[in-house]
């Protein structure tokens, strides 16, 4: 290609990237799938200009939920069963979380399942995550790093609670200019309304704000009555009527647009 040809290519290439990044941020996830399904290069098209996008940040919260778990793992804070961690990596891209602890002694104590919409590797399992295939209870920790993406991500979060064990940690890495206040609070209430309790929010990050909640044990279980779903059952009431009127993505989390380089 002559420099004008290969100046035209990029700009068509970032084009398109912010094209599907923003149906992907402004339909739900059942559309998404199909969006998908009809056009497969899009999933590539979308994901060399994410990792473009990327390459300009400080730092890449995958990264950091990669040393969280080793870390964890070394000081033995990580809930396991028979001495097995499960993780559900949701909306894993290019399952680098998976790739990356593909090793001793990972390996031999994590069980890492890695969901998105298309499969791009051998650790990719395709699901659309408001309906991942683990059972009720089944993950210690869950992971969204970035991936919030349809308009009904709340339906994630409510996957979320139903994979994750009592006392199980949800982990969520999401981009700064989503949240329609600055700290993210409005977001920590909805996750707290589906019923989870929140840990932390860090935003020391430049790009991207990092939350932990984690999945209590309702207390009237804890006296032998039937299991309780939710803390607060009027927010979680209240919560939905909203969501009626709108889906969240309209109202809680902005859709990330990438301006034009
Ligand atoms: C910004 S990328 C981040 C990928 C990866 N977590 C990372 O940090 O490198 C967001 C990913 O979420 C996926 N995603 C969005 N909605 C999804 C859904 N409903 N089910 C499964 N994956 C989804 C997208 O396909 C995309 O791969």
Redesign the pocket.
Same mark, same amino acid.
């Given at each position: 290609l002559t420099p004008l040809q290969e100046k035209m290519a990029a700009k068509l290439s970032g084009a398109r990237f912010r094209w599907i990044n923003e149906q *992907?941020y402004t339909c739900s +996830?059942e559309k998404?799938m199909e969006l998908l399904k009809e056009d497969p290069e899009m999933?590539d098209r979308y994901?060399e200009g &994410?990792r473009k996008q990327v390459e300009h940040w400080p730092q890449n919260?995958?990264d950091i939920f990669i040393e969280k778990l080793q870390d964890m793992f070394k000081a033995r804070q990580l809930p396991h069963s028979g001495g097995k961690t499960i993780i559900a $990596?949701?909306?894993?891209?290019?399952a680098?979380i998976a790739s990356s602890l593909d090793r001793p002694p990972y390996s031999k104590k994590f069980v890492i399942h890695s &969901? $998105? *919409?298309?499969k791009t590797n051998k650790y990719v399992t395709v +699901? $659309?995550? @408001?309906k991942t295939p683990l059972a009720d209870e089944e993950a210690h920790v869950v992971i969204f790093? *970035? @991936?919030l993406?349809?308009t009904n991500f709340l339906d &994630?979060i409510t996957e979320a609670w139903r994979i994750l064990k009592q006392r199980g940690f949800l982990w969520i890495a999401e981009i700064k200019s989503r949240f329609t206040d600055t700290d993210g609070a409005q977001f920590v209430e909805a996750l707290k309304a589906i019923g989870f309790k929140h840990i932390d929010t860090d935003d020391s990050n430049t790009h991207f704000i990092i939350f932990q909640f984690t999945k209590p044990i309702p207390r009237d279980e804890r006296r032998g009555a039937p299991k309780l779903k939710f803390t607060d059952p009027e927010a979680y009431v209240n919560l939905q009527k909203k969501r009626e009127t709108a889906p969240e993505g309209k109202w809680l989390l902005k859709p990330c647009l990438y301006k034009k380089r």
């Open positions: *992907l +996830s998404a999933y994901h &994410f919260p995958v $990596d949701m909306g894993c891209g290019d680098t &969901f $998105d *919409l298309q +699901s $659309d995550v @408001s790093c *970035l @991936s993406m349809g &994630f």
